[in-house]
């Protein structure tokens, strides 16, 4: 008790003389002295010279690069960002990159996790939601640009690709030679200058007012084509006559979807088509989505059956499911698929024992694309019984 009496009588008489010291300094001093200024806080994203960079952006799209920037040193983090909404999440391993083993430990984005998350922001709408190669081959394309036109043409927000047929890399335009990017496992979202040589694939402006598109008085689904000069047929053959061609990406009609003609373009294998609206017909391996197209009926046989040895649809399940250029968790990623899917099985192998979702299987499936899969991410039993063995 005496010794906080003792210390709260010091304290009162401290204050005192403060107090009469301040007001005998205050005497001296100039009426007229300048308040010191103190410094701004900076941003990640200022000090990295993150944001709307160059005029001509949508109101949207440059919500969407504030979005981005916002997120400027996070983790990049393999399957990030695709959660059931858009933002950031724990990753995996990527199976191939050392650096990757340690994406479950890192909550961030992906690539195209960075970009699902930014244009949410700025529309409240999911619209990106997938890979890259899915965003790449979006319907709410409102411009597109190809490689050989480079930067020209673009606007901060725009989306920039990379890839060889499969696009494997998205990252958002700022203007002045700059974009931001969820590069690879190991690193933070960052500021870049922007890459149009090697396998750069071009360029999308995002359809500003993320309206859906109204689905079509014929009955018939709408699907987004991808390619350029693409043709269509009056029966299900490439050597058929031709009906129509598409210069660029344009959306379709589908009314229903048949085993024919094998084709292999693109480095696609496929030998299902899709009967449109005007009654031609286009391969499936043009139209975005998986080989065999979700909810689309069989148009009833008209055409031969595929071919012995040909491939069959499965469906998958789970969420960051990837397939590999071998039957072992450890080779490299050939595609990744974010949520539920239909892949083409060609015939099954068994190979490397793979514990997963409390299963465990030896059984791996080959698809069209040359890419394996564990059997235990399709529906079905273990080993696929209508599928042949390798």
Same mark, same amino acid.
């Given at each position: 008790m005496?010794s ?18 301040a ?15 103190q ?5 990640a !994203? #200022? ?5 709307v ?6 109101a ?9 920037c ?21 990753g %995996? ?17 992906d ?16 619209l990106?939601?997938? +890979? ?5 081959h979006?319907?709410?394309?409102a411009?597109?640009? &190809? ?9 901060p927000?725009?989306l920039?690709?990379?890839? &060889?047929?499969?696009?494997?890399h998205?990252?958002?335009y ?15 979202i960052?500021? !870049?200058?922007?890459r149009?040589?090697g396998?750069? !694939? ?15 008085a014929?009955?018939? +689904? ?5 390619? +350029?000069?693409?043709r269509?047929?009056? &029966?299900?053959s490439?050597?058929?006559?031709v ?9 379709v009609s589908?009314?229903?979807?048949e ?9 696609y294998?496929? $030998? ?10 286009l ?6 989505g998986?080989?065999?197209?979700? *909810?689309?009926?069989?148009?009833? *046989?008209? &055409? ?15 969420t960051?499911?990837r397939?590999?250029s071998?039957?072992n ?6 595609? %990744? ?5 239909t892949?083409?099985?060609?015939? #099954? ?6 514990t !997963?979702?409390?299963? +465990?299987? $030896? ?6 694309d040359?890419?394996w899969m ?12 209508d599928?042949?063995?390798?």
């Open positions: 005496c906080l009496k003792t210390g709260t009588t010091r304290r009162l008489i401290g204050r005192a003389l403060a107090t009469a010291v007001a005998a300094l205050a005497a001296f001093l100039p009426t007229t002295a300048h308040a010191v200024t410094p701004r806080a900076t941003t !994203a #200022q000090e990295a010279g993150c944001g960079l160059a005029p001509g952006a949508s949207t799209a440059q919500a969407a690069v504030e979005a981005a916002a997120q400027i040193g996070v983790w990049y983090s393999w399957g990030g960002g695709h959660g059931a909404t858009p933002g950031p999440t724990y %995996y391993y990527d199976g191939s990159d050392p650096d990757s083993m340690h994406d479950n430990e890192r909550k961030g984005f690539c195209s996790g960075l970009t699902r998350y930014a244009y949410y922001r700025a529309t409240g709408k999911d990106l939601n997938g +890979t890259a190669n899915d965003q790449f979006t319907s709410q394309a411009a597109r640009f &190809s490689a050989g036109q480079g930067t020209g043409p673009l606007v927000g725009d920039m690709f990379w890839g &060889s047929g499969h696009i494997h998205v990252a958002m700022l203007g002045a030679g700059q974009m931001v990017e969820a590069y690879e496992s190991g690193t933070h960052r500021v !870049a200058p922007v149009t040589g396998d750069y !694939a071009g360029a999308v402006r995002i359809n500003p007012s993320g309206t859906p598109t109204p689905p079509p014929d009955g018939g +689904t709408v699907f987004e084509t991808w390619g +350029t000069s693409v269509t047929h009056s &029966s299900p490439v050597r058929a006559s009906v129509d061609t598409f210069a660029g990406p344009t959306q589908v009314q229903c979807q085993h024919a003609e094998t084709v292999t373009a693109e480095g294998t496929n $030998d299902i088509w899709s009967k449109l609206a005007d009654g031609s017909w391969t499936n391996i043009y139209i975005k998986p080989a065999s197209l979700p *909810g689309i009926p069989d148009c009833g *046989g008209s &055409s031969p059956a595929p071919p012995s040895g040909g491939s069959k649809p499965h469906q998958t399940w789970g960051g499911v397939t590999h071998q039957p968790v450890n080779a490299s990623v050939v595609d %990744y698929f974010a949520q539920p899917t892949v083409n099985v060609v015939c #099954q192998a068994h190979a490397q024992e793979v !997963a979702e409390g299963y +465990t299987n $030896d059984a791996w499936s080959k698809l069209t040359g890419s564990t059997n235990i991410y399709l529906k079905g039993p273990a080993w696929l019984t599928v042949p063995t390798c």
